[in-house]
């Protein structure tokens, strides 16, 4: 095979590839408005393929069922959750404490706020929905309790968080976010701050409410 044949034969590959990924990409979008419109279980798998316009046999060829589906979608509002979340600077020079964790809030308020069709099937119908299902959502809470927690186990160590069990501490602000998540959600964007919602739920769980 001579060398223009074989660069021939290797961009008909990486178009096959491409043309695959944008029509994956095509149920997956379709999947998702759909599950928006209509919650996961009124779905249907001809619900799907009508909205893709594609055949049914083409569905099959990339999801074998609307289960595999929802788990991709929620896996990728998850891990962009998860990239949000960063650990807080120390270092000379960084921002201050209360900014970096409110740049924390604010992505992962935005994240949310982005797919609100979808981060509704998440906090509504996601949860019992299956076994996979529930450990994907186990291990995404799991992580950010982890991150909490550690958070505030720092906040000890530098004095910005008083004493106190740092583990039972994180699920009480994970719950808070959780709820300011859902309110989000279910408030038009001409009703709601979000900016100031973030800042509301940081300087509550860092100062509380009392005014002595």
Request: glycine share 6%; aromatic share 8%; charged share 30%.
């Amino acid at each position: 095979m001579t060398t223009a044949t074989t660069h021939e034969a290797d961009g008909r590959t990486v178009r096959a590839k491409q043309k695959r990924a944008r029509r994956r990409q095509t149920i997956l979008d379709a999947a998702l408005r759909v599950f928006s419109a209509k919650g996961y279980h009124q779905t249907r798998i001809a619900d799907i393929i009508e909205e893709a316009s594609i055949a049914r046999g083409t569905f099959y060829l990339y999801f074998d069922s609307k289960t595999a589906i929802f788990h991709e979608l929620l896996e990728d509002v998850l891990t962009r959750i998860d990239e949000n979340v960063a650990g807080v600077d120390l270092e000379p020079g960084a921002l201050p404490v209360r900014e970096q964790l409110l740049n924390t809030v604010r992505k992962i308020f935005s994240v949310f706020r982005a797919d609100r069709a979808f981060a509704k099937l998440i906090l509504r119908e996601a949860v019992g929905l299956d076994e996979e299902v529930d450990a994907m959502l186990d291990g995404f809470y799991g992580r950010l309790h982890r991150w909490l927690s550690d958070s505030l186990r720092n906040g000890q160590r530098i004095g910005l968080i008083r004493a106190g069990d740092t583990e039972l501490t994180a699920w009480l602000i994970l719950g808070s976010v959780k709820q300011f998540a859902a309110l989000v959600l279910t408030t038009s964007d001409e009703d709601i701050d979000l900016e100031q919602l973030s800042e509301v739920i940081l300087d509550f769980n860092l100062q509380g409410i009392r005014a002595f």
